[in-house]
């Protein structure tokens, strides 16, 4: 995913077509450590479809310095969605992103 915020994160995607929608896979580094000073900072992963919906698919939160095997799946195709974003959601921020 490309990084849209200076020193925030960086994170792993992979997408996988399945018979019954798509499924994402992924896992994120934090960099600006906020988990460390201000206590647990929570993110969403948010997908766009062709038609302009956004959807949350997950929320999760960080408490160290990185976060691994985080799941998702829906049950829209890969070919309509758009692209996938990875928010702070307190603030919605978008802090990663990709287009498919």
Known sequence: MEPLEADALTAALTITETDWGTRFDWSCVYLNELWKDNGPQDYDMVMTDRSGVSTVLATWTATSPSTENLAASTDVSRDQIRS???????????????DL
Do not use: D, K, Y
């Open 84 to 98: 996938v974003e990875i928010r702070a959601s307190q603030s919605g921020t978008p802090l990663a992103h990709t």
